[in-house]
């Protein structure tokens, strides 16, 4: 990712930018978890985009100021108008003014040399990225002349396909600002650190943002929860679970947090059922409760309403958790009997403590729900064989059962126009959750899926609203999106003799054992995100190839190995695909990974980087666009 040019400075420039790159490793390892929703809901939240409705269609530079100071420690000090006009072009009476003053002021931009701003003039990447540079407290000192790949090495384009030259769209913009709050800045710091907020794991954490900026918690308990609150449900802008919803998909038992200025509401469905244990440190005064051997932090209002009630030691308790994973509300369950389907994501073990003071060992099984809430219950057996499946999970009289479930017969292409799915109606707003046999998942949309022919089996499970059309769905490994893509770069497989039977976990997966006492086992060496890593696996061979491939990791370690399809001699363009010589394109993933090989050795390159350096590549992809296939790596010619 990383280059620089000049003799003299070369010493002192390769120095800043290895430091730099060291501090931006861990953000950039982790950009590609972050999708447009997350930034989205970062920017709305800290005020950094304009409210809705007021802002422009394009990213034009009367936005770039507002986004610019909104990001800076100036946030929230700044009117947008004013009653100063600060150039010939801009009147006082313009709803950006006092952004523009004071991001001209503040060196992030400046007039034209006829004096005017031009606030309506769409934005490319090249001042967008100088803007941010600035705004971060680097000038010509720290980078010269080679802006662009010092903005690379900050991880400020990081999931970016974007040129100096290409005029960027809103949303390249934000998640442009998103890389650049998470950046360091020239004071050695992350810059979201500069508006009183923290980052963890590359990640802006929202729970901080949130906690200062709204009011809540709420429970909903009925269709009229806003009631007082203030809110405008018009104009109302929902997330549910860190997604964009509705106030009609809201549920009983949500827990919501708002901001009446934003008109904003955040609402979380994340549940956590078990035995209640104990309460710390006292009944009375409770300020963690332990539920089947776990122990939550409460909220204020959670450990009032828990020293007020008379849930008894023993009985089955719903903790309904807020964004900051405290317990944020509590049901109890003793009269309740209910089934819930869902996709297990983890079984897991755990030492409890029984009523008499014994510990015990336990177990617990954690369910997605296809509106998205995690939900955690414990169980009498391990369930580890169910993780990857959908099951049907039923609660009468304290007792818990799980069974597995079958997939649905609904499949055929989707039209995210016409809103179909083979012969079934889907609603607008509907929630798509793609899941994966290690239990991964992640919400994916209609725009991904246009077009994409899903195949029989595929969808695991669907629920439809009033109208009879399909509101929430899980789907199978459809896009591919949540496995990683990698290149093998070395293969040492062990294999018991070809007369002993074999057996399959996977598409390439062979986990027979020997009755010749052979063991199988498999080391692999790989490439993944530009960086060296290996894998030993156990009791079973990934039939593994050198060269580009899907991975797919169980417990942090290689579960399976997919060989990517190839062609040669494609050209790469700026929006986003290749083309074969016969004309034929190809889509890039957001995240797709290109490399410059030489000796055995594979470097990471920017678009821009490639594009300058390079004129053809080979390009790897996991399966045909219209089975939701995209082009994962690039290896230059």
């Given at each position: 990712m990383i280059f620089f040019k000049r003799i003299f400075k070369m010493m002192l420039m390769a120095l800043v930018v290895a430091?730099?790159?060291?501090?931006?490793?861990?953000?950039?390892?982790?950009?590609?978890?972050?999708?447009?929703?997350?930034?989205?809901?970062?920017l709305q939240a800290l005020e950094i985009l304009p409210p809705a409705g007021q802002g422009s269609a394009i990213f034009d530079r009367a936005t770039c100021a507002r986004m610019l100071v909104q990001s800076s420690a100036?946030?929230?000090t700044i009117s947008g108008s004013g009653s100063i006009s600060p150039f010939a072009d801009v009147s006082f009476r313009h709803p950006a003014a006092g952004y523009i003053r004071a991001a001209s002021q503040a060196g992030y931009m400046s007039a034209y040399a006829d004096g005017n701003f031009q606030p309506a003039e769409p934005v490319n990447g090249g001042v967008?990225?100088?803007?941010?540079?600035?705004?971060?407290?680097?000038?010509?000192e720290q980078y010269d002349v080679d802006y662009w790949q010092f903005a690379s090495s900050l991880g400020l384009l990081d999931n970016l396909n974007i040129s100096s030259t290409m005029n960027i769209s809103q949303q390249q913009a934000n998640r442009l600002f998103y890389n650049a709050l998470r950046a360091t800045n020239a004071a050695g710091h992350p810059?979201?650190?500069?508006?009183?907020?923290?980052?963890?794991?590359?990640?802006?954490?929202?729970?901080?943002?949130?906690s200062k900026a709204a009011s809540g918690p709420l429970t909903i308990t009925n269709a009229t929860w806003y009631k007082g609150t203030g809110l405008q449900t018009a104009s109302l802008t929902v997330y549910r679970n860190d997604s964009p919803s509705t106030l009609a998909a809201l549920q009983n038992y949500d827990v919501v947090y708002y901001n009446v200025g934003m008109n904003t509401a955040w609402a979380y469905?994340?549940?956590?059922?078990?035995?209640?244990?104990?309460?710390?440190?006292?009944?009375?005064?409770?300020?963690?409760?332990?539920?089947?051997?776990?122990?939550?932090?409460?909220?204020e209002a959670a450990a009032s309403k828990l020293a007020a009630s008379s849930a008894e030691y023993g009985e089955t308790l719903i903790l309904l958790l807020g964004p900051d994973g405290k317990v944020a509300d509590f049901l109890r369950q003793n009269s309740l009997a209910f089934d819930v389907t869902g996709f297990v994501i983890a079984a897991d073990k755990f030492v409890g403590t029984d009523d008499a003071g014994q510990e015990y060992n336990g177990y617990t099984v954690t369910l997605i729900t296809v509106d998205g809430s995690e939900l955690t219950y414990e169980v009498r057996r391990n369930y580890s064989n169910m993780v990857g499946k959908l099951v049907k999970l039923s609660y009468n009289s304290g007792e818990i059962g799980v069974t597995t479930r079958l997939a649905t017969n609904l499949y055929g292409p989707l039209d995210a126009t016409n809103l179909t799915l083979g012969d079934m109606k889907l609603a607008p707003d509907v929630r798509i959750l793609e899941v994966y046999a290690n239990g991964a998942y992640d919400n994916t949309y209609l725009s991904r899926l246009d077009g994409v022919s899903i195949?029989?089996?595929?969808?695991?499970?669907?629920?439809?609203?009033?109208d009879g059309a399909i509101n929430a769905m899980f789907i199978y490994g459809v896009t591919g999106d949540l496995l990683q893509y990698g290149i093998i770069t070395a293969v040492n497989e062990s294999k018991p003799s070809a007369s002993d039977s074999q057996s399959s976990s996977g598409d390439n997966?062979?986990?027979?054992?020997?009755?010749?006492?052979?063991?199988?086992?498999?080391?692999?060496?790989?490439?993944?995100?530009?960086?060296?890593?290996?894998?030993?696996?156990?009791?079973?061979?990934?039939?593994?190839?050198?060269?580009?491939?899907?991975?797919?990791?169980k417990n942090g370690q290689l579960d399976s190995v997919k060989a990517l399809e190839e062609v040669k001699k494609v050209k790469l363009y700026e929006a986003g695909y290749v083309l074969d010589s016969a004309g034929n394109r190809y889509l890039l993933a957001a995240n797709t990974s290109i490399y410059q090989a030489s000796g055995g050795e594979y470097k990471l390159l920017s678009q821009q980087q490639a594009m300058d350096l390079h004129t053809t590549f080979t390009a790897y992809y996991d399966k045909p666009q219209n089975e939701g296939g995209r082009v994962r790596i690039l290896i230059a010619d």
């Open positions: 430091v730099l790159a060291g501090l931006a490793l861990t953000n950039s390892a982790q950009a590609a978890t972050i999708n447009d929703i997350t930034v989205n809901q970062a100036a946030r929230n967008a990225a100088r803007a941010v540079l600035a705004l971060l407290g680097y000038g010509r810059q979201i650190e500069a508006l009183g907020f923290t980052i963890t794991n590359g990640v802006i954490d929202m729970q901080g943002i949130i469905s994340n549940k956590i059922s078990g035995v209640f244990k104990s309460a710390l440190p006292s009944r009375l005064s409770p300020v963690s409760v332990n539920i089947s051997g776990m122990s939550y932090d409460l909220s195949g029989e089996g595929k969808v695991l499970y669907y629920t439809k609203n009033a997966t062979d986990t027979s054992g020997s009755s010749g006492g052979g063991t199988l086992s498999g080391f692999y060496s790989y490439v993944l995100d530009g960086k060296n890593g290996s894998s030993n696996v156990n009791g079973a061979v990934l039939n593994g190839q050198k060269g580009p491939a899907a991975l797919m990791f």
